[in-house]
Every structure is written in C-alpha cells, then in structure tokens.
C-alpha cells in the first residue's frame, strides 16, 4: 500500500494537535468529568481536550444557540448542573469533530483525495458537529415518552386516594413513598415532595414540577389541581377520572407507537441477513451455470 505524502503531514498533524492537547488538559479536567456516567458519554476520556479548547477560546455560553441548549439540558439534568452540562455539551462537540478529523485523515492515507472524498469528509464533519445535538433531543424524547408512560398509573392512583379522603399533597406523597419504580417521573414526584418538605409552597412546587416535565396531559392536570386549590371545587376527582381515561388511551398509542418502531428497527437487519443468506444460496448455483463449479 503507497501513502500519499500530503495525507501524512496532515494525518501527523491533526493526531499531533490531539496529543499535545491531550497532554495539556488531561490533569486539569481529570476531577470535572469525574461524575459524568462513561456509558452515556462515550468518549468521557477525551472531554478534557473539548473542555481545554472551549476555556482557552473563553468562549461565554451566551448565543441564542446556548440558549436553546440550556433549555433542553435544564429539562434533563435540572436548573443546578445545567450549567456544568452545557460545558460538557460543547466539550463533547469539540471532541466528535476531531475524532471525526483523526479518521478522515487516517483513511487518506492510501490514496489522494478525490472530490468524493472531499464531499463525504464535509458531510462527515457536519455530522460530527450536530451529533451532540441529535443526542440531547433523542435524551428528551425517551424522556418525554418515560413519563408519559408512566403517569396514568400515577394519576389512577391519586384519584382513588383523593376519592378516598386524602388531600392531593398526602395522596401524592404516599405514593411517592410506596413506589418501587426508579423511573423519571417517580423522580420528579419525589422532588416536589422534598421542594414543599423545604419550605415551597404547594401552589409553586406543583407549578415547578408541571415546568420540569414540560408534558401537556401534566400541564392539563396541574391545571386542575391548582384550580381547586385556589377556587375549590366538587368536581375534581370526576374531572380526573376522565383525565385518567385519556391518559391510558394516550398510553395504549405510545406502546402501539414503540412497537412500530422497534419492528422497523429490525427491518434492516433482517435484510441483512436474507442477502446473506441469497448469497451463499444462489452462488454455488450462478457458478455451475458458468460451467466453474
């Protein structure tokens, strides 16, 4: 194999760039990405670099791009490490794009670029950039989907209990208390009863919490509960019940709608492997008809 020259000035340059940053922030970020989970970051052990670059150029998070970032990381990780989140966010953004640099310049090496190569390095570049991005909206929609999913059990349960006696706070927190599930909405349950144990309001920790899940059935049923908090009402637990109704309707779709898409993921492994199988079927044959079998 001949090595094109150019490609490995270029190769030894940007692995070289790499190193040396490496080098440089490595000890200096080694404890702030100590708390990030390496299997929802994969590339954890090259954050210190993004994060090297990103200090370096001083750059001030202020664009209405951070803006819309901070709005989604608030949504996932909450308001207190958003901030530590959208750091890491353009480190790991910094990181996809010179690994995607690295390889590009790797795989050059064997030959000279044509425009092709131009073409797809620049739409594997573009990709590298938005990947990130893509990521944390795919984070929001399985998040989304969790609570959804999970909330018409949780409001089954609150009308029953309210039904039975219960203020909507006892209710809720009893429920809190007695589940065993460690999912998204549990958890976002669970810290409207610890915001109003603190001293909140229960007017405020339920309007927080409808703002934290960002879910219109929640929206609608925060609605309600504030209502008859302020107005009082006899029609509440009637009102929720029909609520309820929908919300396992709504839920019946949603499985309906994961089991469409988990069925068309494997579509194409599938085919994969009919091809295969094609293949080594109808070779033998294709081969004794040309007479070389």
Request: with cysteine; hydrophobic share 50%.
């Amino acid at each position: 194999m001949q090595i094109n020259p150019i490609m490995l000035v270029v190769f030894l340059i940007v692995t070289g760039v790499i190193l040396i940053l490496y080098l440089l922030s490595f000890r200096k970020y080694k404890e702030f990405i100590e708390p990030l989970d390496a299997e929802e970051f994969k590339l954890k052990a090259f954050l210190p670099i993004g994060l090297f670059v990103v200090d370096s150029i001083k750059y001030g998070y202020s664009s209405s791009y951070d803006r819309k970032l901070m709005s989604k990381i608030i949504e996932i990780y909450g308001i207190k490490y958003s901030q530590y989140y959208l750091q890491i966010h353009w480190a790991n953004k910094i990181v996809f794009v010179l690994m995607a640099l690295f390889f590009l310049s790797l795989f050059a090496l064997s030959s000279a670029p044509d425009i092709g190569y131009g073409v797809f390095a620049l739409i594997v570049l573009g990709i590298s950039v938005f990947i990130t991005d893509s990521d944390l909206n795919d984070k929001i929609k399985k998040r989304r989907t969790s609570i959804q999913l999970d909330f018409p059990e949780f409001l089954n349960k609150l009308t029953l209990l309210i039904n039975a006696g219960m203020t909507v706070t006892r209710a809720w927190e009893k429920i809190v208390t007695d589940n065993k599930k460690d999912s998204v909405l549990y958890k976002e349950l669970s810290l409207s009863i610890a915001d109003i144990r603190a001293g909140k309001s229960e007017l405020q920790a339920y309007e927080d919490f409808a703002k934290r899940c960002k879910i219109p059935e929640i929206n609608k049923f925060v609605s309600v509960i504030l209502q008859n908090m302020k107005k009082g009402s006899n029609e509440m637990v009637s009102i929720l019940r029909v609520q309820a109704s929908e919300c396992w309707e709504m839920r019946k779709r949603i499985a309906m709608r994961l089991g469409e898409e988990s069925a068309t993921k494997l579509l194409f492994p599938m085919m994969l492997m009919f091809m295969a199988v094609l293949i080594i079927v109808a070779t033998p044959a294709i081969l004794a008809m040309q007479g070389i079998y």
